[in-house]
Each structure stands twice: as structure tokens, then as C-alpha cells.
């Protein structure tokens, strides 16, 4: 059955459902809605929902939870998730599973609540210290930001890595029919024979993200790097739209993404050949799929609403073998499909 | 297939809940669609306005930049939205707030005393219920009673028949007047 659903609040219930049974924020416009659906849904189905005193504050109890074993989530804001990078750097040492969820605003420092796609870096590329990555998943839609969260919770699990959705003031404000997944019986969710969970009758389990030995440590992140690679192999996703025949293709995640599918169809209706190949996990960036298409595709226009982010991905991926120009909106300004259009129009058609 | 629609108004007049209203009746007749609402400090100053979008279709962007429809409950909505309807669209507005009619030759115009009727009906809140009517009119996608239903669901049904009866009269006569 679909239900009208805003995107903060799919985004809480799809956690739910996924097993989250330890929520910890400090709340931030404009992801709001996800805070308030946790407090009123979360305790009444057997977790814990607590507003935190700072930010700081929450991602460290993630980090109690995930060692514990506890399926658990933060969300925030763009500078929330700044004063997070600390304990989700920690996180990601000490192979510790948690999903966060960052609905941008435009930045920097206080900025605005407008959608803006500002922390796109951040996310993919660290944000936090050390050599680290997260596993970042960008929905377009209200249904695609509940499945992601569900899938952030399993890869988060099976790879000991944090996961992030990365979503705008948009896609959280928003409503759109859902279908939500069905609910993960807590029973189900595969056993966790590293987590801090007692150690009656066995060697206690130890969650740390530091050694003192530069060798030793060297082989706990050359472990965690193939661990990097791994997810690279199997985890990366992505979508095309009107690729087969394009003669150019835009590049855009999330919000950025679906507008640009209404570009798609107002240039095909004008006989121009456009397509889209939208990024659903940010980290790890689909380069192969983009590096095929650039074999036979002349042009990638890259639009976001930053001052060209994942451009730097495009390029690396395409690696010159095609043209990559940028259009891009600051300061959560939101092009309209017939500024784009017009932006398509200087690379296309003549 | 792709309609978008615009309420705006003052905050308090119901915007959101119209919209949101339409954007329920139109998923339940199976329409694909997106209710994006104004937020943040723009409602703080006392606007409000909210898109939604009807289509056949994966719904794309849910930023319509040429409504086809709008409805302009006061006059600062009118002259924000006015300009950007697409030609052969439609605006639907308030006669009993806007003295002036928009100066456009190149859409359908359609002036309603939404406060007037509200107020006749007893229910003063109901005005937004008289531009939703008239909007259900004007798209021709569904019957009135799929808008009528969502209001139901939307409102909560115990307890609030005579708002529910005042709304569903209000829907009917913008319905009929559009």
C-alpha cells in the first residue's frame, strides 16, 4: 500500500523498519520531521530515542550503540554533520557499523535551509581525519530514500563501514507516495560476534580505533582498505535514462538528479539527444560505468547544486575522453529544467 | 503527462493542507505526484505556497517553474505566481482579498470569493476548500468525491463531521463555480 510520506519522515520509518532501535540527534532544520518521528515512533516499538546536548554528544552515543551491536542512526544538518566529523572518523576506525544521515543545507558556516548539494566532499572524501571512507548513498525520491536507508543499514552491517545518506532540504520536505519496505524481524539481522555485547564465557571484544605501532596499525587499515576495495567491486549503483543514443548526458545526484530527468524529457521532446547517468552511491563513485559511456558519448555536462563537487569525479572518471563542462547553483538557488535546458543547448543540437 | 499546481496564500489560510489534500486524492486515483512545501523563514513572515505535481509518470522535478494551475488566495501570491503560469493555464484567485485581476490575456482567469463563500457556509477556515474545488474542476483528472475522501482522511473523521460536511460543501462550490 503507498502512503504520502515526506522524506524525513520515510527516511525515520524506513530506520524503523531496518532494525534501528538506538536514535541519537540534536535537532536542526531542515530534517526536523525525522527527529520528531523518531521521538514519537521510536520508543513505542521497543527503542531508544534521545535528544542529545550537542551534536558531539550524539555521535558518540552512535558510537556506544554500534559497539554494543545496536542497529543505530544520527541525522542532521550540513553544519551538524561538521561537528560529527570527529566521532564519525572514530566510527569508520573502529569498523563500527551506523548510518547517519546528512540533509544538506547550503553552507558554508550557518548558510541557509535551502536545498544545496555544499557537502558533497565531505562525505565522499573524508570531512572527518585519517585515511577513511564512508559508504554514501544519494536518493532522488522519498521511495528511493527509504530503500537506501534500509540498504545502508545491511552494507553498513556487512562491512563493518558507516554509512551516509546524503539527501537536501528537498527530498526531506517533500511528500511523495511510498511504498515502504516490509520491517526486518530483529532476529534476522545477522549476529555480531565482534560487538560489545558481555563477555560472559568468552574473551572480552575490544572497539578502538587506535595502535601505538605504526606496522601493526598499518595492517588493521591495509585490512580496512581491502575492505574499501571490496565494496568497490560489489557496491556501487547507479541509474541511466535515455543514455543508449545520447550525444550528451548529464551527470546529477539526488535532487539535482530527478530535475534533470524532467530535462531529459523537455530536450527529447525538442528532438535533442540528452541523457542522464545519475549517481546512487556517491562513495563508491560509479567511474566504470561513466568511463564506458564516455567510449561512445561526446559530452558530460555535470550539473549540481555546489560549485562543482562531484565534477572532480566525473573528470577523474571520464578521464579526457570526452568533454565534462559544469553548471552549477550556489547558496540553495535551485535552476529551473528550462535554465538547464538552456545551459544543454550551448553543448548540443548545433 | 505532467501537471503542476501552486497554492499560495497567507500562512494560516490552509495552503499546505490543500495541496497536500489534492496531492493524497491524486495518489489514490493512481496518479504519480509530489507535494513540495514552502519552508523555513519565508513561512515565518507570513507566506505560505506549495507545489504539487500530477503526472502519469515518475514525477521529475517537483520545482514547477510554468504552473499550470495556481491558486493565489491573497494579492501578494497573485503577483509572485501570476507571471509564471503557462500560457493556457489557469489562475484560480481570491475576489474576496484581490481587488485587481491579474493582466493576463494568454491564460483562463477564474475569480472567486472564496471568503465570501466560507463565510456563508459558516466556516471561515474553509476558504482553501473552495480553491481545491475549483482546481479538481479545472484538471478533470478525477471525480470531486477522490478529493472529498482524502479531506476525510486527511482531517481525521471522528469527532469533526460538521467541519468535514462545512468542507465538503466548500469543495462542492468551487467545484460548480469553476
Redesign the interface.
Known amino acids: 500500500m503507498?502512503v504520502?510520506m515526506r522524506g524525513n519522515e520515510a527516511m525515520a520509518e524506513a530506520a524503523i523498519r531496518a532494525g534501528c532501535r538506538c536514535y541519537f540527534c540534536y535537532p536542526i532544520?531542515?530534517q526536523g520531521e525525522l527527529v520528531e518521528y523518531m521521538a514519537r515512533h521510536l520508543p513505542r516499538r521497543g527503542g531508544v530515542f534521545l535528544q542529545a546536548e550537542s551534536e558531539v554528544a550524539a555521535i558518540n552515543m552512535v558510537y556506544g550503540a554500534a559497539a554494543a551491536g545496536v542497529r543505530t542512526m544520527t541525522s542532521s544538518s550540513s553544519p551538524g554533520i561538521s561537528l560529527k566529523m570527529e566521532g564519525i572518523s572514530y566510527l569508520a576506525g573502529a569498523r563500527l557499523p551506523a548510518v547517519i544521515v546528512n540533509v544538506m543545507r547550503a553552507g558554508p558556516g550557518l548558510g541557509?535551509?535551502?536545498p544545496a548539494q555544499g557537502d558533497y566532499f565531505q562525505a565522499t572524501k573524508g570531512g572527518g581525519h585519517g585515511d577513511y571512507r564512508l559508504i554514501v548513498l544519494a536518493p532522488s525520491?522519498v521511495q528511493e530514500a527509504a530503500e537506501l536507508v534500509m540498504l545502508a543499514f545491511d552494507l553498513s552491517d556487512r562491512y563493518r563501514v558507516p554509512a551516509m545518506i546524503l539527501a537536501d532540504?528537498?527530498l526531506g520536505?517533500?511528500?511523495?507516495?511510498v511504498e515502504l519496505p516490509e520491517p526486518i524481524p530483529l532476529e534476522r539481522i545477522p549476529p555480531k560476534p565482534w560487538a560489545l555485547s558481555g563477555a560472559k564465557g568468552r574473551d572480552p571484544n575490544v572497539a578502538s580505533s587506535f595502535d601505538l605501532d605504526p606496522h601493526r596499525f598499518r595492517e588493521i587499515l591495509r585490512a580496512l582498505w581491502d575492505v574499501y576495495r571490496e565494496i568497490e567491486r560489489n557496491e556501487v549503483r547507479w541509474e541511466e535514462y535515455e543514455t543508449e543514443d545520447a550525444e550528451l548526458v548529464l551527470v546529477a545526484y539526488g535532487t539535482m538528479g530527478?530535475?534533470?530527468?524532467?530535462?531529459v524529457?523537455r530536450a527529447r521532446k525538442e528532438g535533442l539527444r540528452v541523457g542522464l547517468f545519475r549517481p546512487i552511491t556517491l562513495w563508491p563513485f560509479p567511474s566504470e560505468p561513466l568511463r564506458k559511456l564516455a567510449s561512445r558519448v561526446p559530452v558530460f555536462l555535470t550539473v549540481e547544486l555546489s560549485a562543482g563537487q562531484m565534477w572532480e569525479d566525473v573528470r577523474l572518471s571520464v578521464e579526457g575522453r570526452a568533454k565534462t563542462p559544469f553548471y552549477g547553483e550556489l547558496g540553495g538557488v535551485?535552476p529551473?529544467?528550462?535554465e538547464i535546458l538552456s545551459e544543454v543547448k550551448k553543448h548540443v543540437g548545433g | 503527462m505532467e501537471i503542476g499546481v501552486i497554492f499560495a496564500g497567507f500562512g494560516g489560510q490552509g495552503i499546505l493542507l490543500a495541496g497536500k489534500v489534492l496531492a493524497q486524492a491524486a495518489m489514490e486515483r493512481g496518479f504519480e505526484v509530489t507535494w513540495l512545501p514552502s519552508y523555513g523563514p519565508e513561512m515565518r513572515g507570513g507566506t505560505a505556497n506549495c507545489t504539487v505535481v500530477v503526472a502519469d509518470e515518475p514525477v521529475g522535478s517537483p520545482i514547477v517553474d510554468r504552473p499550470q494551475v495556481l491558486v493565489a488566495m491573497n494579492g501578494p501570491s497573485l503577483e509572485r505566481f501570476g507571471p509564471r503560469v503557462a500560457p493556457g493555464g489557469v489562475i484560480i484567485f481570491n475576489s474576496s482579498l484581490v481587488a485587481a485581476p491579474p493582466n493576463r490575456r494568454d491564460v483562463r482567469i477564474l475569480p472567486l470569493p472564496m471568503n465570501e463563500i466560507a463565510q456563508e457556509l459558516g466556516e471561515a477556515r474553509a476558504a482553501n476548500m473552495v480553491g481545491l474545488g475549483a482546481v479538481v474542476k479545472v484538471l478533470g483528472l478525477f471525480p470531486l468525491e477522490a478529493v472529498t475522501e482524502a479531506m476525510a482522511k486527511e482531517l481525521g473523521a471522528r469527532g469533526r463531521e460538521r467541519l468535514l460536511a462545512v468542507n465538503r460543501q466548500a469543495l462542492l462550490r468551487g467545484f460548480s463555480l469553476a
Open positions: 503507498k504520502l532544520t531542515p541557509n535551509i535551502a525520491t532540504g528537498m520536505q517533500m511528500m511523495e507516495p530527478r530535475i534533470c530527468k524532467t530535462v524529457r535551485v529551473t529544467p528550462d
